[in-house]
Each structure stands twice: as structure tokens, then as C-alpha cells.
């Protein structure tokens, strides 16, 4: 047995204990499990008080469509440390998966051990990290997208596992935009279908908790949280804080609807698919007015295209910006977070900026007609 072999396995497991000692040195609340449980409950007992609730000390509401409150009844039944643990564990074993993919994604072939490796280092990335910390579900959508946006083109039912995330949480759709801009209706149709699916039977199962959430919850943004505040890693975090404003209007949607634009196009004119999808993905989380840092878990595909590329020191550049959680090292407690110094905003919003960036260099790249470059082979 090589070095290798012995050596992956043990520093994963070296790295998952530590950051297990690290959750439970800092008592780790895993807020969002709190939540997905209260969700759950409420759906059981018929959804009448779905949207209605606030849990954790941070007065925490559902926000997610009808249709994840029904996945989320599961998660009654376990008692809350067993629950916990049930996440942690499996938000781990998602690390390894979003690694898996994210090299198929890339063209790039992995071991057993090289995963290992990989997972060991992905799980101390800051998105990835605070997934865990909170016990959030965003491993889990990152991957059943990536895993039916990787299957081979014309496979059966391709599509409808991104129309499944979609209903879970409605960020995804973005993606079937770009499946409709890249010519692939059958697939396109397939994520619509399913997405439609989910709301027919949220409705079903739980008419007035739809009812509520398709007229009204699903338009009261704030209802997610301060998009000021740095957690916020959205365009519109990243304007609050330059402007020093919580209510930046026509100056932040402007903004939102031009880079919402050049994204999809870059994406739809990427070299290969590989690329488009990884824009895709940025795309939504810049237009989005609300991407905490947890949602950037698109950061491992983005390594791994990074890496396939040849671009070692870019790699270990993109590597360093989302393991330096510069971010948390600014005031920002209160409304501190407005009260920035223009020095301290690209520290305060290093993920958009990464994301308006890499929107930047795809515009500047030839496009996919016009390159030579051939579009990537999945496993």
C-alpha cells in the first residue's frame, strides 16, 4: 500500500476531528437545523403555522418554499443532539461527494485517496466550514445540481433533480435559464417539470402554507435577514456597505439586472460547459439579495476548473480569499457593518468581488464557437 493511500485517509481523519473538537469547543448552535426541525413540525401538524414562527435567539423564520418543509419532517423524529450530529456527519460525507463532482466536473480524475485529500482540505474553505457550523443544506443542493448537470447529455430524465433543488430552495432556477440560453430544452423542460412537481405537491399536502408563501412570504426579502450586514456576500451586500445605505433602491437593482445579464450571457458563450455552469452558479449568487457566505460552496468546482486549467498559483490564490474569512475580522457587531472605511470594503466583500471578476475575464474570453477548446467529457 502506497504512502499516499495511508496518508489521505488518516489527515481527513485528523482534519474531521479537529474541526469536530473546534464545534464543540465553541458550542456550535447549528441554527438552521433548528429551524428545518421547527419547519418540519409545523408541516406535520398541516402547515397553518409555517411562516408564522421564529426560533434561536436571532428570531430565525422558515423561508424555504412548502415543499422542503414536507423533506424536512424527517427530522422530527431524531432527538435534537442526535439530529445535530446526523447533520454534521452528513454534511461531511457531502464535502467528499461536492469534491467528487466538482473533479468530474473538471475533467479531472480522482482516487479514493486523492478525494480523501481534497475533502480534508475543502472542509476548513469558509463557505464549506459554516455550512457545517450551522447545519445548512447548501452541500446537499450543490450537489444534486451538480450531479444532474454532469450526467451525459441526453440521459434519461436529466434535468429533473435541478427542478427538485429548485423546489427546495428557488436559487437554482437560474440554472434552467441557462439551460434554455444553451439550446437544451429537453433538459430545460425536465428541471421545469420537476420544479412544478414539488409545487403541486406542497400545495397539495399544505394549501394554505403555499398559499401564504407563492402570494406573499416569497416576496418579503427581508424576512431572510439584514442584507447589509457582512455575512451578506450578494451584489447588494457588497452596495449597502460602499454606499453606507440599507436601502439602496435603483442603485443596487440596475447593478443586479446588468451583471445578471453579462453572467447568463458569459455563461451561455463559456469555452466549455464546465465554465458555464460554474458562471451560472456565480451569476446567482452575485443578483441574489441575500448570499450568506455559506452559500458560496461554489468555491470547490471553482478550485477544481482553477486546477484543471494549469492555473496552480490562481488556484492557490482563490484557495487563500475563501479560507481567510476576512470578513469576520472587521467590526460588526450593530450597524457596524456601514460604517466601513473604503480601504476596508474589499476585505468586507471578497466573494462578489471574486464573482464580478471572474464575470469580467469570461466576457474577455472567446467564445465557444470560436474556440477551439472542446467541451468536457463527463465519467
Given at each position: 500500500?502506497?504512502?499516499?493511500?495511508?496518508?489521505?485517509p488518516?489527515?481527513?481523519?485528523?482534519?474531521?476531528?479537529?474541526?469536530?473538537?473546534?464545534?464543540?469547543?465553541?458550542?456550535?448552535?447549528?441554527?438552521?437545523?433548528?429551524?428545518?426541525?421547527?419547519?418540519?413540525?409545523?408541516?406535520?401538524?398541516?402547515?397553518?403555522?409555517?411562516?408564522?414562527?421564529?426560533?434561536?435567539?436571532?428570531?430565525?423564520?422558515?423561508?424555504?418554499?412548502?415543499?422542503?418543509?414536507l423533506?424536512?419532517?424527517?427530522?422530527?423524529?431524531?432527538?435534537?443532539?442526535?439530529l445535530?450530529?446526523?447533520?454534521?456527519?452528513?454534511?461531511?460525507?457531502?464535502?467528499?461527494?461536492?469534491?467528487?463532482?466538482?473533479c468530474r466536473?473538471?475533467?479531472?480524475?480522482?482516487?479514493?485517496?486523492?478525494?480523501?485529500?481534497?475533502?480534508?482540505g475543502?472542509?476548513w474553505?469558509?463557505?464549506?466550514?459554516?455550512?457545517?457550523?450551522?447545519?445548512?443544506?447548501?452541500?446537499?443542493?450543490?450537489?444534486?445540481?451538480?450531479?444532474?448537470?454532469t450526467?451525459?447529455?441526453?440521459?434519461?430524465?436529466?434535468?429533473?433533480?435541478?427542478?427538485?433543488?429548485?423546489?427546495?430552495?428557488?436559487?437554482?432556477?437560474?440554472?434552467?435559464?441557462?439551460?434554455?440560453?444553451t439550446?437544451?430544452?429537453?433538459?430545460?423542460a425536465?428541471?421545469?417539470?420537476?420544479?412544478?412537481?414539488?409545487?403541486?405537491?406542497?400545495?397539495l399536502?399544505?394549501?394554505?402554507?403555499?398559499?401564504?408563501?407563492?402570494?406573499?412570504?416569497?416576496?418579503?426579502?427581508?424576512?431572510?435577514?439584514?442584507?447589509?450586514?457582512?455575512?451578506?456576500?450578494?451584489?447588494?451586500?457588497?452596495?449597502?456597505?460602499?454606499?453606507?445605505?440599507?436601502?439602496?433602491?435603483?442603485?443596487?437593482?440596475?447593478?443586479?439586472?446588468?451583471?445578471?445579464?453579462?453572467?447568463?450571457?458569459?455563461?451561455?458563450?463559456?469555452?466549455?460547459?464546465?465554465?458555464?455552469?460554474?458562471?451560472?452558479?456565480?451569476?446567482?449568487?452575485?443578483?441574489?439579495?441575500?448570499?450568506?457566505?455559506?452559500?458560496?460552496v461554489?468555491?470547490?468546482?471553482?478550485?477544481?476548473?482553477?486546477?484543471?486549467?494549469?492555473?496552480?498559483?490562481?488556484?492557490?490564490?482563490?484557495?487563500?480569499?475563501?479560507?481567510?474569512?476576512?470578513?469576520?475580522?472587521?467590526?460588526?457587531?450593530g450597524?457596524?457593518?456601514?460604517?466601513?472605511?473604503?480601504?476596508?470594503?474589499?476585505?468586507?466583500?471578497?466573494?462578489?468581488?471574486?464573482?464580478?471578476?471572474?464575470?469580467?475575464?469570461?466576457?474577455?474570453?472567446?467564445?465557444?464557437?470560436s474556440?477551439?477548446?472542446?467541451?468536457?467529457?463527463?465519467a
Open positions: 500500500m502506497s504512502l499516499r493511500k495511508v496518508a489521505a488518516l489527515l481527513l481523519g485528523l482534519s474531521v476531528i479537529a474541526l469536530l473538537t473546534l464545534c464543540a469547543a465553541q458550542h456550535a448552535p447549528m441554527s438552521d437545523v433548528l429551524v428545518y426541525r421547527a419547519e418540519g413540525a409545523a408541516a406535520a401538524a398541516g402547515g397553518g403555522d409555517l411562516y408564522g414562527f421564529t426560533v434561536t435567539a436571532w428570531q430565525l423564520p422558515a423561508t424555504y418554499p412548502p415543499f422542503a418543509a423533506l424536512f419532517i424527517p427530522t422530527t423524529w431524531l432527538p435534537l443532539p442526535a445535530k450530529a446526523a447533520f454534521l456527519l452528513g454534511n461531511i460525507g457531502l464535502i467528499a461527494v461536492l469534491v467528487h463532482l466538482s466536473l473538471a475533467g479531472l480524475k480522482t482516487t479514493r485517496a486523492g478525494t480523501a485529500l481534497l475533502t480534508s475543502a472542509l474553505l469558509e463557505p464549506v466550514f459554516q455550512t457545517v457550523l450551522f447545519g445548512q443544506i447548501n452541500l446537499a443542493l450543490a450537489c444534486l445540481v451538480l450531479w444532474d448537470l450526467r451525459r447529455n441526453g440521459a434519461r430524465g436529466k434535468g429533473v433533480a435541478l427542478g427538485i433543488a429548485t423546489g427546495i430552495k428557488l436559487t437554482p432556477a437560474v440554472f434552467i435559464v441557462y439551460l434554455l440560453l439550446g437544451r430544452r429537453r433538459e430545460a425536465c428541471a421545469a417539470a420537476g420544479c412544478a412537481g414539488t409545487v403541486a405537491l406542497g400545495a399536502v399544505l394549501p394554505y402554507a403555499s398559499w401564504e408563501f407563492w402570494t406573499r412570504r416569497l416576496y418579503e426579502t427581508g424576512r431572510v435577514g439584514k442584507a447589509w450586514i457582512v455575512d451578506n456576500q450578494s451584489l447588494q451586500g457588497l452596495i449597502d456597505r460602499a454606499l453606507h445605505t440599507t436601502e439602496p433602491g435603483a442603485l443596487w437593482a440596475v447593478p443586479a439586472v446588468l451583471v445578471a445579464l453579462a453572467g447568463l450571457y458569459a455563461a451561455a458563450r463559456a469555452r466549455t460547459e464546465a465554465h458555464g455552469i460554474a458562471l451560472t452558479a456565480f451569476t446567482a449568487l452575485l443578483v441574489s439579495p441575500i448570499s450568506w457566505s455559506h452559500h458560496w461554489w468555491c470547490v468546482p471553482l478550485l477544481a476548473l482553477t486546477w484543471a486549467a494549469g492555473h496552480r498559483r490562481t488556484t492557490a490564490a482563490v484557495a487563500l480569499l475563501f479560507t481567510a474569512r476576512t470578513m469576520w475580522l472587521l467590526p460588526h457587531q450597524d457596524l457593518d456601514l460604517q466601513l472605511a473604503w480601504w476596508q470594503q474589499p476585505l468586507a466583500s471578497p466573494y462578489p468581488l471574486l464573482g464580478l471578476a471572474l464575470v469580467v475575464v469570461a466576457l474577455r474570453q472567446p467564445s465557444a464557437s474556440s477551439s477548446a472542446s467541451t468536457i467529457r463527463y
